[in-house]
Each structure stands twice: as structure tokens, then as C-alpha cells.
């Protein structure tokens, strides 16, 4: 399978006969959290989709449904923080008026209604555990723009709370029932890119940073609803040298060697 996938990728480098890429300045990329992972997962894929903007297949119905979940959390923060806390119900009737089933007509109505009751069963869990959190809102989907080694990374983080002792803690909301951390949850590219935009926008790194996935069940023995970093300076300090680094590096030195691998190619 493996050798099968690595003949894939000299198929396509002979078939677009593209120019050979020396080196990059990196500077002049743009550069994100997701991309910087995309190249951690397999150089050549950041290569086909970032270098040689090779077009990507497959459907954008998990994309859609998981920016309207995004949205309704979006707007919800932002009414928490003004002091209106709204039911689930309410959070329900959002999704609706935010939903397009025309973004679904090559997915059938089937397909279309099983994103949505997806999309509404997540927001009831959102909405329980925001009902149950003793933090407050500082900021909701805030964007950010700092600097790696060489490299501007751009991002937003979804939820940006503070604990009632007065520290930061950062939130992602993943939709689906999440994938491997390749280095772990200390180690993570976007958990430690978003503590490092923290201590740009606010001065300080955040107590933690979490990944919670609201379609995952709490009794799930398998998966974990979050996924939780213990935040400090010393581990901050370590990713950025021994992972985001790396990859900055790598990327600027072209150094494009396919990874394969079964989840991997699988997606490509």
C-alpha cells in the first residue's frame, strides 16, 4: 500500500511536470496553524496544495456544516458577553437560520439532514458545557497575526475565556470525533500557535488550551471530549523549537519528501 502511494506521488510530480522548487521565502507565505500541520502530516501534500496549488477533491459538507456550527458559537459568545445567555433551543433556531440546504444538492436531502441533526445534537453540548463553565468570555473567533522564525503565521482562535482567579484559557471547537495529535497534546502545532498569539494579544500565555470536541460522548472510552493542555512557559518554549521551528525550517528549505502513510494517502 505504502510503495503503492509513494509511486502516486512520482506519477503526479512527472505528470504536471512542474518546475523544480529550491528554496522558499517563507516570509512572503502565508502561513496558518492548519497549513503549518499540513506539511507536518506529509511535506509533498503542503507541496501539491500550498506550492503548486494543486486543486483538492472530495466534498465540502463536513467544511459547511462545521463553519455553521461555528457561527452560532460565534454569535452565542458573543451574546455571553454582553450578559444574554441563550437556550439550546434558541441555539437550534440560529443553526436554522444560518443553514442552506443548497449547499447540499450534490449530497442528497438524506445526507443533508444528517449534518444538521449532527450540527444541532453538538450545539446542545456546547451549550451544556457553557451553562456549567465558571469562566467569562473575553473574545470569541479573534484573529491573530504573529511571528515564527521567519514566518508570519496568521489564525483565529475561536473562544478566549478567563478562569474567575484572572487566567486564560483558550478553546477550539473541533466538529467530527477528532483525529490523531501526532505529537500530542503538548506538542500540538495549533494549541501551541494559539498559545503564542495569547501571550501577543493579551501579554500573557494561557493557563491551558483545549480541544473539545462536542459530537464526541463523555462516556466514549476511546475518545477524549477534550483534550486538555496544561499550559507553561518551558513547554511553549520546547514545541516551538522541536516542532513549529521544524517545520518553518523545513518548509523554507523546500524539503518536500513525501510521508506516506495509510490515513494519510487515504485523503490526499
Known sequence: MLAGAAQAHGFVENRFSAPKVGSIDISKMEMSASRM????????Q????????????????????????????????????????KTKAELKKMLDSEWDYREFLDDGKTTEKQYKSRMKNA????KQWAKSNPNTVVDVEVDFTIKIGRAVVKGRIDRVEKTPA???????FKTGTGGYLAHGVKKDIQLNVYCLA???????????????????SPTDKKKKQFKHYGVTDKLVKKATKEVLLKVISGIGKADFKATPGMQTCKYC
Open 37 to 44: 500541520g499540513k506539511y507536518d502530516t506529509c511535506p509533498k
Open 46 to 85: 503542503f507541496k501539491f496544495n500550498y506550492i503548486w496549488k494543486v486543486p483538492g477533491g472530495g466534498t465540502n459538507a463536513n467544511l459547511y456544516a462545521g463553519n455553521r456550527f461555528h457561527e452560532v458559537t460565534r454569535q452565542d459568545g458573543e451574546s455571553e458577553k454582553q450578559g444574554v445567555h
Open 123 to 126: 450545539l446542545a453540548v456546547y
Open 166 to 172: 484572572g487566567k486564560y484559557h483558550v478553546v477550539d
Open 198 to 216: 495569547c501571550k501577543k494579544l493579551y501579554g500573557e500565555l494561557p493557563e491551558r488550551a483545549t480541544l473539545f470536541y462536542p459530537e464526541i
